[in-house]
């Protein structure tokens, strides 16, 4: 049974059979690995407007993917693509708190109540249609949204 730093000594011996130093040998073994992304969860509810949904989205940095349609109790659960996390990741790293904006009340738009855990910080939102506009989480609302819509079928969709 190989001993408690086998593989030390064993990178150690390939360097010197490079001619590498055991110094510039561990540094590029201890830099070959990139950084860990950080963890990150967003939440998206569309609730209301003039169908009465009651959607919800869940998605990981892990690429754990959950769309649910909460009126009717149906729930789709599947690995996000490539292409998908990578859209939405840098939205995610990017977040800025949302700004205080005007007052809008709509009594027929859908609303948007998002949470997201980033970083090691939460920032929750509760937007409508028209307040959603111009604000820094419109881009990530739009893709959830669009996720949704892909998942569940266009609002309005009959579904079994």
Do not use: F, G, I
């Given at each position: 049974m190989p001993s408690r730093g086998t593989g030390f000594r064993i990178a150690a011996v390939v360097c010197a059979m490079f001619g590498t130093s055991a110094v510039a040998c561990a540094q590029s073994t201890l830099t070959s690995q990139p950084?860990?992304?950080p963890a990150w969860r967003v939440t998206l509810r569309l609730s209301g407007g003039l169908l009465g949904l009651?959607?919800?989205v869940t998605l990981a940095s892990t690429g754990d993917l959950k769309v649910a349609d909460r009126r009717r109790g149906t729930e789709v659960t599947k690995n996000a693509s490539a292409n998908e996390l990578t859209q939405i990741a840098p939205m995610v790293a990017d977040?800025?708190?949302?700004?205080a904006g005007r007052e809008a009340i709509c009594m027929d738009c859908p609303?948007?109540?998002?949470?997201?855990?980033a970083n090691g910080r939460s920032?929750?939102?509760?937007?409508n249609y028209i307040s959603l506009a111009g604000t820094s989480v419109e881009p990530l609302v739009?893709?959830?949204a669009a996720m949704l819509d892909r998942e569940l079928g266009p609002p309005g969709t009959p579904r079994g």
């Open positions: 950084p860990a992304a009651d959607w919800e977040l800025k708190p949302v700004e609303q948007y109540d998002l949470s997201v855990q920032l929750v939102a509760s937007l739009k893709a959830l």
